[in-house]
């Protein structure tokens, strides 16, 4: 058992690029803190973190995934993250949860996308941040040049808080700068040397000089008594430094190698010692809902304020909703406000998670993690509060889908179960999106990538028992005209009894790009009854949901009611609305009809060695370079694209960089579609069912 206290809570979170070993690490800990009689393997599937099916299957991290345990009287909440672009939502995620974040950095592969990506998250969120340079006993690995390539990139004062004993095969221990000790690593058994080996010797004054330098920076005391040549107490160097990472002024780099449980056990001493408890960083922003204003949540014992960052699907229990408790306590049994939706939730059973296994607990008290179920409303992104404390915590800003494809059932009838399990996974996971668009006659997914997407298909047919084929999404392509044309609609019948009579004059005019479409009623003197004029546009606005040129919607279009003819027995709305459709497909015809297609302002950011061949592919998939400007080590690339030419555009650029380029994505306007590209898709189409 724990005593609840507050101050020795350490929510850390585990971040960086995909396959730099973060969740080895997170195992490793597990193991330490007695959670686990022998350390998971990503590469067997004993992972305790990644432990669902496609995790085990692909053997990389897909969702955030939770650990915990005890160790010298601290209780650690450990919170393993994907690397891999297409699950960044799982780490917008995380952040919200942490108290500091360590970025795992591969020292075989050096700095990546995915440790820039972290640090811009982690630094967006203000919370503290460390580095792990881990895999430092593979060959090809140097702790020095990879320590220095981090002061190069990140603008924040980086430090060794530790220095490898040995090197790449022969690396076995860790040299403890500020204790000034030597943790020799053998067998899963950590000695303590008496003896400082000579490698050391020679650079470890020089290292604990910068640290020395870094306490200075980061309290003024320190740098007037180092000024004046005095000597520096450890126990006011090691204050400053815990100040500095809270502060977010200095990074210090700590190292290892997850695979041969190097270093690892280090980390949970440094957290104990150096990174923030939930009350060391209170500086979280809730809306004041009576208010209307932002403001500083304060910390205290009554009020409760829980924010649900995750949500996950249980095939026995229903949903999961993961929560951080900031502050008051959950408790079975209690009613809280849903202050996203404003209605009351009853708490029941309440978890704490150690990756797929769940262990009942009664309460959640400030600072802690854990899982409830059976709530009616809650989601991911809501607040759980206090009737009388009417206060809401942000949502996480999600990044947009980027990329689409379609979904057909391959059996009739099956439809519904794809919806329904639609639903439940964009309820687990924020950055896929669905909808079925009525113009296209597709459903449509969305995601962030083709592995996300790939991992969301594979996901509906595991779990929800359904058989699906997949489809390009097709282009909502756009008709619109360049000329001024009239032309007469005229719908008459007589067959005995009640005929139909209807007859309309209209005038089209193109406008502006982007205008949308605008009617003008310039009848006079009754030749259209106002009763009727309404059916006209009706009629009109049918008959631009197809085109003439390839059965597109037409846009952009002005169109003018300027005369026609009733019968006061036979006209009828009907009549009125089919003369006003057939006014418009023969006004149109004469109106030098042509096409348009969406174009897509796309970002790519990419290493500078690759700037080239991304510019090339842009360029070959009709792209229009808009600027280049440099984002840390990496380029940013602004680009005009027709939303035709981006199908699969994630994989080319995976490819083309070698898994360090990424894209995001919004449309922006439609274009005039070039000659002979038009020409096909009016060919196409006349192929196509003709649509309903």
Not at 222 to 242: F, H, P, Q, S, T
Not at 362 to 376: D, F, H, T
Not at 403 to 413: D, H, L, M, R, Y
Not at 544 to 567: C, F, N, P, Q, T
């Amino acid at each position: 058992m724990w005593n609840y206290d507050i101050k020795k809570i350490r929510n850390i979170g585990l971040f960086g690029h995909g396959s730099s070993g973060k969740t080895s690490i997170a195992d490793v800990l597990l193991y330490l803190l007695k959670q686990n009689t022998r350390i998971g393997r990503v590469d067997n599937g004993t992972s305790i973190f990644d432990y669902d099916e496609e995790e085990i299957e692909r053997k990389i991290s897909i969702y955030l995934s939770l650990g915990y345990g005890i160790y010298n009287d601290y209780f650690f909440n450990i919170l393993d993250t994907p690397g891999y672009l297409d699950f960044i939502g799982e780490v917008y995620a995380g952040v919200r949860a942490i108290d500091s974040g360590i970025i795992v950095v591969d020292a075989s592969s050096g700095i990546e996308v995915g440790t820039e990506l972290a640090y811009k998250i982690l630094s967006e969120n203000n919370k503290p941040i460390s580095f792990f340079i881990n895999k430092l006993k593979k060959e090809h690995t140097d702790f020095y040049k990879t320590l220095d390539d981090l002061k190069k990139d990140f603008p924040i004062k980086i430090f060794a808080f530790f220095l490898p004993v040995g090197k790449e095969l022969d690396f076995s221990g860790v040299y403890d700068l500020l204790e000034d000790k030597v943790y020799l690593y053998q067998n899963e058994e950590v000695k303590v040397l008496k003896e400082i080996p000579e490698e050391i010797k020679k650079i470890k004054d020089e290292y604990y000089e910068k640290i020395v330098e870094v306490a200075c920076d980061c309290d003024e005391s320190i740098m007037n008594d180092y000024l004046e040549g005095k000597e520096i107490a450890k126990e006011r160097i090691k204050v400053a430094i815990k100040k500095g990472i809270l502060n977010r002024e200095i990074a210090p780099v700590l190292l290892g190698d997850a695979l041969n449980n190097i270093g690892i056990s280090l980390i949970l001493d440094f957290a104990i010692n150096y990174l923030p408890s939930p009350i060391d960083y209170p500086k979280i922003k809730v809306i004041d809902l009576n208010a209307n204003e932002t403001k500083e949540l304060v910390i205290n014992d009554k009020d409760t304020v829980a924010f649900c960052f995750k949500t996950l699907s249980d095939p026995h229990i229903g949903d999961l909703n993961i929560v951080r408790v900031f502050s008051g306590e959950l408790s079975s049994g209690m009613s809280l406000l849903n202050a996203t939706t404003q209605r009351e939730e009853k708490i029941n059973q309440i978890y704490y998670l150690k990756g797929k296994e769940r262990y009942e607990t009664n309460r959640l008290r400030a600072g802690e993690i854990g899982a409830l179920v059976k709530l009616k409303e809650t989601k991911t992104n809501h607040t759980l509060t206090s009737p009388n404390n009417l206060v809401k915590i942000p949502p996480i800003e999600f990044p947009p889908p980027s990329i689409s494809v379609a979904v057909v059932p391959k059996t009739k009838g099956d439809e519904e179960r794809i919806s329904n399990g639609l639903h439940r996974l964009s309820d687990e996971d924020p950055t896929f999106t669905f909808h079925y668009d009525y113009e296209l006659k597709q459903q449509l997914v969305n995601g962030l990538g083709e592995l996300h997407l790939d991992v969301i298909i594979s996901k509906l047919k595991r779990r929800f028992n359904v058989n699906i084929d997949l489809e390009k999404p097709k282009v909502p392509y756009r008709e619109t005209i360049r000329k001024t044309a009239s032309a007469m609609g005229k719908y008459v019948k007589q067959s005995g009894g009640r005929g139909q009579y209807g007859i309309c004059y209209i005038k089209i005019e193109p406008l502006e790009r982007g205008k949308g479409y605008e009617f003008v009623n310039q009848i006079f003197g009754g030749a259209i009854p106002a009763s009727y004029i309404p059916a006209v546009e009706t009629g009109i606005k049918k008959a631009m949901e197809s085109g003439v040129v390839a059965g597109y919607k037409v846009v952009d279009v002005r169109v003018i009611l300027y005369d026609g003819k009733y019968h006061p027995v036979d006209s009828s709305n009907l009549a009125f609305e089919i003369a006003g459709s057939l006014a418009f497909k023969e006004a149109q015809k004469q109106a030098d009809p042509y096409l348009l297609e969406p174009i897509y302002e796309i970002e790519v950011i990419c290493p500078e060695a690759n700037m080239g061949d991304v510019i090339g592919d842009l360029n070959a998939r009709r792209g229009r370079i808009l600027g280049i400007e440099g984002e840390g080590k990496m380029q940013k690339i602004k680009a005009l694209v027709p939303y035709a030419e981006l199908y699969k555009y994630s994989s080319t650029l995976r490819s083309i960089t070698q898994g360090r380029g990424y894209f995001n994505m919004k449309f922006s306007h439609y274009e005039e579609v070039p000659r002979e590209l038009a020409l096909k898709i009016i060919e196409e189409s006349k192929k196509e069912p003709k649509k309903e």
